[in-house]
């Protein structure tokens, strides 16, 4: 079959594709920007990538007609703008107005457990998108799903931080809200299964896995399989606000995110039970069997997405990186440095490998002290790291600041700032002539932005000198 998938570079999006082209499909992935998607998709013939935007008709006439199964897999939890629930229906709208002048005879939907009478804005928004899609001329099947457990996604990787900082935790109430988290293993199972199978064709299921746990719960069993012992007392007196930054301060979330997980996770997500574990034979694991295998993955480096990397964790850089591709050259201030290559291989290999754990080999402490100070200030800081130790691919989130540009043939990095500043800034490795090109480029906003930049100048002399040395020495 032909099969659309949008969403082709989100968290779920990017781990199905492969699965759907082992089937034997062909796959036509829908991203917002072409420089986004995967690198090896331009060696596959079975995949085809096109540039779509939902919010713009102009770009839908990319969409093919001879499409069979269409994925529907757009949803953001950024409360960035006031018009959220509009734009998701804007999308949904534009999506199935497509859709249904194709070939596509089924599509499927990933939505969230909508079971309690007061809903959160984005569980209200998911059940609206799924009352948008429904049609005439194609089947919908519908699969909601609660908290997905797996190695990078958002919920693993905030309860890894709780569990993993604080022996003891003074936590809100809502710890005590029941869930049922579903391995996102199963849930791809899921997704996999329904593809073209008659039997689920204008169908809605809830998928959950085995246990009903609360947040607590869930807390708890995580540190028994990480071989820690955690105390957790809840307390009433927590607002949505404190608990926003709550989370903000301890974990790698965003204020932003942070202040929609709290939204949500006031409501019970609890699933009603169905046959849809038989009809498509998936057997869920259980909550302890998805946190020990997802630590599995880690262990290997065989990370295949990251909510990271998501933009919703973008600080400011919003959805078109190749906006931010052309270093300007004008009104800005820069910092370049070059220096001979000893080994080129080498050289790619640490720039490849810098940030995250590695830190960024000269002066870490004052990146780091650079990452709390725009924590405090309610930037993004350091805590995002990054997904591979070794890899990076345009879009991928690298401490605070955005890989815009990743060619190891080209020989060049090209990295955007997302942490808080008076200006934008931009951060370019280039290898021309057996010579390491090093320019940090930095285009003020107003005065602000210009004593900021004669301010951190002494800084910018040693590390930026410093890195560039350990850079280019073979050692």
């Known amino acids: 079959m032909k099969i659309l998938v949008t969403g082709a570079t989100g968290y779920i999006g990017k781990r199905l594709i492969p699965f759907l082209l082992n089937e034997g499909h062909t796959v036509v992935c829908v991203v917002r920007d072409i420089l986004r998607a995967d690198k090896s998709y331009s060696e596959d013939e079975n995949v085809h990538v096109i540039e779509v935007d939902f919010l713009n008709p102009e770009t839908l006439k990319n969409i093919p007609k001879d499409i069979d199964v269409a994925y529907y897999l ?15 229906e804007r999308c949904a709208i534009n999506f199935k107005g497509t859709i249904e002048n194709t070939d596509a005879n089924q599509v499927i939907y990933l939505s969230g457990i909508t079971n309690e009478d007061k809903l959160s804005k984005h569980l209200q928004s998911r059940k609206n998108v799924e009352e948008i899609l429904a049609s005439k001329n194609y089947a919908l099947t ?12 958002s919920s693993f990787e905030i309860i890894r ?32 299964g329904a593809a073209g199978n008659e039997t689920v064709f204008n169908k809605s299921y809830d998928v959950f896995g085995p246990e009903i746990l609360t947040y607590k719960e869930m807390l708890l069993q995580f540190a028994e399989v ?11 007196i927590m607002t949505p606000k ?70 919703v964790s973008s600080g400011r850089l919003g959805n078109r990186l190749h906006k931010y591709i052309n270093v300007p050259k004008y009104g800005c201030f820069k910092d370049y440095k070059e220096r001979p290559v000893i080994d080129t291989e080498s050289t790619i290999n640490k720039i490849w490998s810098i940030g995250g754990h590695t830190g960024w080999y000269y002066g870490t402490i004052l990146w780091r002290i650079r990452g709390n100070v725009d924590k405090l200030f309610g930037g993004i800081g350091l805590r995002r790291g990054r997904t591979s130790p070794t890899e990076l691919d345009a879009g991928d989130a690298l401490d605070f600041w955005r890989v815009i540009f990743a060619d190891k043939t080209q020989k060049k990095l090209l990295l955007y700032a997302e942490m808080r500043l008076p200006g ?48 280019s020495d073979a050692s």
Do not use: C
């Not at 990480?226 to 009433?236: A, E, F, Q, S, W």
């Not at 903000?248 to 574990?277: C, E, H, R, W």
């Not at 410093?466 to 850079?471: F, P, R, S, T």
């Open 142 to 153: 519908v699969f909601k799903a609660g908290i997905i457990v797996g190695s990078g996604s």
């Open 226 to 236: 990480r071989g820690l012992k955690r105390y957790i007392l809840t307390v009433p």
């Open 242 to 311: 404190l608990s926003s930054y709550w989370l903000y301060f301890v974990t790698s979330t965003s204020y932003k995110l942070a202040t929609s997980l709290v939204d949500s996770m006031g409501i019970q997500i609890v699933g009603k039970p169905s046959d849809v574990n038989e009809v498509l034979k998936v057997n869920p694991l259980t909550y302890k069997e998805a946190v020990s295998l997802a630590f599995e993955k880690i262990e290997q480096n065989s990370i295949v997405s990251s909510w990271k990397d998501s933009m």
């Open 74 to 88: 757009i949803h953001s939890m950024s409360n960035s703008s006031k018009d959220f629930t509009s734009l998701e």
């Open 424 to 471: 934008e800034a931009w951060l370019e490795f280039k290898i021309e002539d057996n010579l390491l090109k090093q320019t940090a480029t930095f285009r003020p906003r107003g005065l602000w932005g210009r004593l900021y930049w004669y301010s951190v100048l002494p800084f910018h002399g040693f590390i930026f000198r410093g890195m560039i040395n350990k850079l």
């Open 161 to 192: 931080d709780l569990v993993e900082k604080l022996p003891f935790m003074i936590a809100p109430k809502w710890l005590n809200t029941k869930t049922q988290p579903l391995a996102v293993r199963d849930v791809l199972a899921f997704l996999l």
